[in-house]
């Protein structure tokens, strides 16, 4: 009998006889996480400045959903079976809008809109991740940071660039610990670059 007929053979009697199949069983689904924010949205000013929010640029390991970490801060590698919500740039840039929804001098815009905005912010992402950096069984450490453009929305002029990094450590290896420690640090950052835009605004001359 040949290996075909034996496998077909075998299926047939499974099938019969209310057998476990041989076949393996599928890999579970990957756990999805959203990035949370802190911000809350406040009333505004009689005339706050109204800011678009581009989508951030980042190097290509960034530009899908997964869950980065690093084990020797240089190679990068995804997180098994545990997923962003969307694409990290488009998480970044809604967490961006959220945190400026808690300044009462902006009101951040996506670029799809349509309004008329008279600022833009741009984020680079220069990292976004976990590392691992007391080893692979002590919780790593929640690095994220950005190089930002801040300029006018209609001719394009530089207003001022800005550099932000903040870390948050894990309180272990768990993947829910992960996430959390890379929202605080987020949350960090993204209340940074607020900051940093209103000190932008005040000094800008009237």
Sequence with gaps: MTSKLIISALLTAALATGCVSILPDPAPPPSVYRLETSATVIDKVANPEIIRVDRPGSPQIFNANDIVV??????????????????????????????????????????????????????????FEASFDRGAESAPLAVVQYRVTYARADD??????????????????????????IEMANDAAMSDIVTWLEGQSAAAPS
């Excluded at 740039?89 to 009462?104: E, K, L, T, V, W």
């Excluded at 394009?156 to 420690?181: E, F, M, N, Q, Y």
């Design 70 to 127: 690093t084990m020797d801060g240089q190679k990068l590698s995804a997180v098994a079976q545990a997923n962003w919500s969307d694409a990290t740039p488009i998480i970044i840039q809604n967490a961006m809008i959220d945190a400026i929804s808690g300044s009462r001098s902006f009101i951040g815009l996506l670029p799809t809109s349509g309004a008329r905005t008279e600022t833009r912010l741009h984020l680079s992402i220069q990292n």
């Design 156 to 181: 394009r002029k530089l207003l001022g660039t800005h550099v932000v990094r903040k870390t948050t450590r894990a309180d272990s290896i768990a993947v829910p610990s992960i996430v959390a420690a």
